[in-house]
């Protein structure tokens, strides 16, 4: 069975400063990897995803997430955050007919 | 843009009291999923239709846990005789297998579910 492991569950910073949440996983089969992001008040959105080719993958609101094979990893990065990016951000893996997903990262960014 | 929409959003219970929660996924998906998601952790799957088949259950699943699809568009997941463990958000998500990324989940609101 595939599974995730996200670190540092609470990160508190400041406006402007950098982020970057890790994602390890583990699955056998081919990988599609996700990140999603739930807002305050707010359901589950995709923030970006893998499937295959160029392993730097660009999502919405300047997120971007690198997938690196030989790590089992899928990091997210955004070099400048604002106060809107506040949220809880999860980590997913997608097999056999399931997402499995970390903890997730309560990302609190103080204005 | 129609998203997946699931009602009721929120269910207060009293511990033993059977209760049913309907999602209806984005219209031409034909894949559905249910997830659970307590505080401090990350969704975790229940059960997934194709259509109107069931074709995986979760462990997670007791016997007190079933749900349906019945024509293959919206679904229902019932608990019978709830405990407090029960509580949670149950997340109802969809996908197309005709979508150039068939495996991109598109979530619901969830219904949070406590029991007293």
């Known amino acids: 069975a595939q599974s995730v492991s996200q670190h540092n569950h609470h990160v508190i910073l400041s406006e402007a400063a950098s982020l970057e949440l890790g994602c390890n996983y583990s699955y056998g089969g081919t990988v599609n990897l996700f990140w999603y992001v739930q807002y305050p008040g707010q359901h589950l959105q995709l923030l970006l995803k893998?499937?295959?080719?160029?392993?730097l993958v660009k999502g919405i609101k300047g997120f971007e997430a690198e997938f690196i094979k030989s790590k089992f990893s899928f990091n997210l990065r955004k070099p400048s955050v604002q106060w809107s990016d506040t949220a809880e951000y999860f980590c997913a893996v997608y097999g056999n007919n399931r997402l499995a997903f970390g903890k997730g990262n309560q990302v609190v960014v103080i204005p | 843009d129609t998203g997946v929409s699931q009602d009721p959003r929120h269910k207060i219970t009293k511990r033993g009291q059977n209760v049913t929660f309907r999602c209806d996924p984005i219209?031409?998906?034909?894949?559905l999923y249910w997830y659970r998601q307590t505080l401090g952790q990350g969704p975790e799957f229940l059960t997934y239709?194709?259509?109107?088949?069931?074709?995986?259950k979760s462990r997670l699943l007791s016997d007190r846990f079933s749900a349906e699809r019945p024509k293959g568009s919206f679904s229902t997941l019932e608990i019978q005789r709830t405990e407090q463990g029960d509580s949670a958000m149950y997340l109802c998500a969809s996908s197309s297998e005709e979508n150039k990324f068939p495996y991109e989940q598109y979530f619901g609101p969830g219904t949070r579910l406590t029991v007293t």
């Open positions: 239709f194709q259509n109107e088949a069931q074709l995986e």
């Open positions: 893998y499937f295959s080719g160029d392993p």
């Open positions: 219209s031409e998906h034909n894949r």
